[in-house]
């Protein structure tokens, strides 16, 4: 019996995305709210510990401690005394819950909650979260949650050790699960200052939008405090007829055209390339060779001598090394306009994209690569 294994060891062959973006037309633009957030407020994250019940034998073991406490504390509230000692926990498991709450949210409107669980529980399949209080990083209570839980998939063991799963079990969703118990801090008819908070920061951008709302509304101050920060007072006639939600629309549906800087975005465990569109090369030389090694090996049996007393058969592996190298030309490539250009160039030279990654950083340290190189 002959095995042979072999492995290959070169640049993987991974998707490379060189996007290539012309100048937007005035109606292709993206609106306002698609690139920036408005106004004062934003979303406060809430969180509460919780248990969910219901389970088929999937929830945590009698060693976690917290889980039986807290049946107990819950079983006493309810008029039951129940020893500590006597209480099984397979069908109950101890979870966190997490939500967001929105600035604009009122009491009654519904949340989303995530549930993960804290113990050693091995699935939260088929459970239902108890009532369970959120609070936001002061304590305050501000939504109650409750409901059955989703996993989106499942997991069965059997009794030989055998498991089949599907998705991830021990964390799941509650639809709507939340309800909104506080009032809300943010009103916009107190509006005297509409904030415009640019999600990736630019003082190009910054002074385009803040352009783009002069010329549709005249009667605006507009300060451009920072990259980040454009700041809008709102008209005395919008605050005077009480419509400064419609104010508000307006700003966020004004369209703009984003400055977008020369950036190269490079993951190099994934091999994953993305050039953003105004990157350019100048004019530079390229060689490039590919050195693959392929490593293959077979079993060979060894026999002992004839008439042997210890001599035994043996398995030896009979290993060999091939190394391939790929020569390439000199390959010159002239003052490039646009990202397009430069992935015909790179295609030229048939490299893959891991041999880009240490192209582009090679033209970085040559002064050739007119972009910023982020590694993540």
């Given at each position: 019996m002959r095995e042979r294994t072999g492995r290959l060891v070169r640049g993987c062959v991974i998707v490379l995305l060189l996007a290539s973006f012309a100048p937007l037309a005035a109606d292709a633009a993206p609106r306002i709210k698609d690139i920036c957030r408005i106004g004062g407020g934003r979303s406060t994250p809430l969180v509460g510990y919780g248990l969910v019940t219901g389970l088929d034998g999937s929830g945590d073991s009698k060693g976690t401690q917290f889980t039986v406490q807290s049946v107990v504390n819950m079983l006493t509230r309810m008029g039951i005394t129940v020893p500590q000692n006597k209480v099984r926990t397979k069908n109950v498991a101890a979870v966190m819950v997490s939500a967001s709450l929105p600035v604009t949210a009122r009491p009654g409107t519904r949340l989303d909650v995530t549930v993960s669980s804290i113990g050693d529980a091995k699935s939260l399949q088929g459970g239902t979260l108890l009532l369970t209080p959120l609070s936001d990083p002061d304590g305050v209570v501000c939504a109650l949650a409750q409901g059955p839980v989703s996993v989106g998939g499942f997991k069965i063991g059997a009794a030989g050790g055998e498991e089949v799963s599907q998705n991830y079990t021990l964390v799941g969703r509650v639809p709507d699960g939340a309800t909104v118990e506080v009032e809300p801090a943010f009103a916009a008819a107190d509006l005297e200052f509409v904030d415009i908070s640019l999600l990736?920061?630019?003082?190009?951008?910054?002074?385009?939008?803040?352009?783009?709302?002069?010329?549709?509304?005249?009667?605006?101050?507009?300060?451009?405090?920072?990259?980040?920060?454009?700041?809008?007072?709102?008209?005395?006639?919008?605050?005077?007829?009480?419509?400064?939600?419609?104010?508000?629309?307006?700003?966020?549906?004004?369209?703009?055209?984003?400055?977008?800087?020369?950036?190269?975005?490079?993951?190099?465990?994934?091999?994953?390339?993305?050039?953003?569109?105004?990157?350019?090369?100048?004019?530079?030389a390229i060689a490039h060779g590919n050195l693959s090694i392929e490593i293959s090996s077979r079993p060979l049996i060894s026999q002992p001598t004839p008439f042997s007393r210890t001599g035994q058969t043996v398995v030896v592996p009979d290993t060999q090394i091939n190394v391939d190298i790929e020569h390439q030309q000199l390959y010159a490539m002239e003052e490039t306009a646009n990202v397009a250009d430069v992935a015909r160039g790179l295609n030229a030279l048939g490299v893959s994209p891991r041999d880009t990654i240490a192209i582009f950083q090679a033209l970085k340290e040559a002064g050739a690569l007119r972009a910023q190189i982020r590694i993540i």
């Amino acid at each position: 019996m002959r095995e042979r294994t072999g492995r290959l060891v070169r640049g993987c062959v991974i998707v490379l995305l060189l996007a290539s973006f012309a100048p937007l037309a005035a109606d292709a633009a993206p609106r306002i709210k698609d690139i920036c957030r408005i106004g004062g407020g934003r979303s406060t994250p809430l969180v509460g510990y919780g248990l969910v019940t219901g389970l088929d034998g999937s929830g945590d073991s009698k060693g976690t401690q917290f889980t039986v406490q807290s049946v107990v504390n819950m079983l006493t509230r309810m008029g039951i005394t129940v020893p500590q000692n006597k209480v099984r926990t397979k069908n109950v498991a101890a979870v966190m819950v997490s939500a967001s709450l929105p600035v604009t949210a009122r009491p009654g409107t519904r949340l989303d909650v995530t549930v993960s669980s804290i113990g050693d529980a091995k699935s939260l399949q088929g459970g239902t979260l108890l009532l369970t209080p959120l609070s936001d990083p002061d304590g305050v209570v501000c939504a109650l949650a409750q409901g059955p839980v989703s996993v989106g998939g499942f997991k069965i063991g059997a009794a030989g050790g055998e498991e089949v799963s599907q998705n991830y079990t021990l964390v799941g969703r509650v639809p709507d699960g939340a309800t909104v118990e506080v009032e809300p801090a943010f009103a916009a008819a107190d509006l005297e200052f509409v904030d415009i908070s640019l999600l990736n920061p630019d003082y190009t951008t910054a002074s385009r939008v803040c352009d783009v709302i002069r010329e549709r509304y005249a009667d605006a101050e507009i300060e451009c405090v920072d990259a980040g920060l454009v700041r809008v007072a709102v008209p005395a006639s919008f605050r005077e007829s009480g419509e400064i939600v419609a104010f508000i629309a307006g700003l966020e549906n004004a369209r703009v055209e984003p400055d977008v800087p020369a950036i190269v975005v490079i993951n190099e465990r994934t091999g994953t390339i993305v050039a953003g569109g105004n990157v350019t090369i100048g004019a530079v030389a390229i060689a490039h060779g590919n050195l693959s090694i392929e490593i293959s090996s077979r079993p060979l049996i060894s026999q002992p001598t004839p008439f042997s007393r210890t001599g035994q058969t043996v398995v030896v592996p009979d290993t060999q090394i091939n190394v391939d190298i790929e020569h390439q030309q000199l390959y010159a490539m002239e003052e490039t306009a646009n990202v397009a250009d430069v992935a015909r160039g790179l295609n030229a030279l048939g490299v893959s994209p891991r041999d880009t990654i240490a192209i582009f950083q090679a033209l970085k340290e040559a002064g050739a690569l007119r972009a910023q190189i982020r590694i993540i």
